[in-house]
């Protein structure tokens, strides 16, 4: 989302917040021990949708974008889109929750994108007796609509989502055929970060190779799924004719950082400067406004060969 989703710029503080995060679940165990006990995992409607805690930005569209938003209570730190949403109290960081933090605000319900975490903490509020519905997370055009149909039949408005499933359908494969004339593909490289001089990049089963794909690229990287550090010699041998590279997400990287590394100097993307920077929550939120990011990345890539 990202994967980071959501998240993914802090996947290198993983350890350091699990360690942070030990005395919390310590606490928040003994938090959840004073709530009625009832596992509800396993739950596909709410009972009672009226107080809802959306965690992952793109459940928080999605819900937005079916008109339901009087059903959420609060959100989660991911969840910046429609600028509306930010007036909902935080319970915070998706993959950094605590049990009393999302529970402070008495939801009837919880709707989390999978990858929340961490584990802990979801498996105590799965414990709660408050419904806890989990939703797939599959970087793909199909995943998308796998996502509103589960959050519409989550919040009792299955008609709206099948409505709303069928339009961003339609959108995203207006999206995806834009690119579908080109015959050269731009090899792309998503770099999450660059810690001490090495690139972290992205590799398969990730958002940005999800993306990248449908925006009629080529992800550079091969051989490993998930976010890693490469060796100098791995990106060279990437050869990326393009950068890319999330916004408003992380440390940033400035550009004279970029490309004064080594390694990415030695690409062709290096020696073109070819780098595109796009909001992350926009670019890898696999939600209602992803046909919207396609469009725009494909137009980044190839200019006036996209066609409409």
Known sequence: MVSFSRLAPVLSLA???R?????????SLAFVALQPAGATEGTAVFADPSKIAAIGGSITEIVYALGEEKHLVAR???????????????????????????LSVNPTGILALHGSGPKEAVDVLKKTSVPFIEV?????????LEKVRIVGK???????????????????????????SIKQRKRILFVLSIQGGKILAAGSETAADGMVKLAGGVNAVEG??????????AVITARPDVILMMSNAGPPVSDDELFGN????STPAGTARKLIRIDGAYLLGFGPRTADAIHDLAVSLYGGQVTD
């Open 76 to 102: 989660d730190s991911t969840s910046r889109y429609p600028k509306a949403a930010l007036e909902l109290p935080d319970v915070g960081y998706m993959r950094a929750l605590s049990p009393e933090g999302v």
């Open 136 to 144: 797939p997370e599959h970087y793909s055009h199909e995943g998308i």
């Open 15 to 17: 350890p350091v917040l």
């Open 154 to 180: 989550a919040l009792g408005v299955d008609a709206k989502a099948e409505v709303l499933a069928k339009e961003l359908d339609a959108k995203l494969t207006a999206a995806e055929q834009q690119t579908a």
């Open 262 to 265: 080594p390694s990415i100097a």
């Open 224 to 233: 490993f799924s998930g976010y890693k550090q490469m060796s100098d010699e």
């Open 19 to 27: 360690s942070a995060m030990g005395p919390a679940i310590g606490l």
